[in-house]
C-alpha cells in the first residue's frame, strides 16, 4: 500500500519559517520525481516547488529564493523548507510522488500551513 504522509505544517507569524516533511512508504522512492503543491481557500492548486529523480529542483515564482525542496533517498522522505513566509503563503500544503513514464500518480492527506500575526 502506497502512502505519502506530510508533516510540519503549523500556525507561523509573518517573516518565520517552516519546515514540512513527506515521509513515504509502499514505493520505490529514488525513481519517482516529487513534487510539493499548495491550495488556498477558493483557490487552485498551484505546484510549488519539484525535486526530481535526478536532482533537478524547480519552484515557482512566487517562493523562489525563500523554498528550499530537497529529498532523502535512503530516509524514503522529502522536505520543503520555507523561510520568510508571508500570509499569502497560506494553504494546505500536498506531496506528489510522480513516475511520468509509468504514469503513477500519488498524494498525501495535506498539511495545513497558515501564515498570520
Known amino acids: 500500500q502506497v502512502q505519502l504522509v506530510e508533516s510540519g505544517g503549523d500556525l507561523v507569524q509573518p517573516g518565520g519559517s517552516l519546515t514540512l516533511s513527506c515521509t513515504t512508504s509502499?514505493?520505490?522512492?529514488?525513481?519517482?520525481?516529487f513534487n510539493w503543491y499548495r491550495q488556498a481557500p477558493g483557490k487552485q492548486r498551484e505546484l510549488v516547488a519539484t525535486a526530481s529523480r535526478t536532482g533537478f529542483t524547480n519552484y515557482a515564482e512566487t517562493v523562489k529564493g525563500r523554498f528550499i525542496v530537497s529529498r532523502d533517498n535512503p530516509e524514503n522522505t522529502v522536505y520543503l523548507q520555507m523561510h520568510n513566509l508571508n500570509p499569502e503563503d497560506t494553504a494546505i500544503y500536498y506531496c506528489?510522488?510522480?513516475?511520468?513514464?509509468?504514469?503513477?500518480?500519488?498524494w498525501g492527506q495535506g498539511t495545513q500551513v497558515t501564515v498570520a500575526s
Open positions: 509502499g514505493i520505490l522512492f529514488k525513481i519517482y520525481n
Open positions: 506528489n510522488a510522480h513516475h511520468t513514464e509509468w504514469g503513477y500518480d500519488y
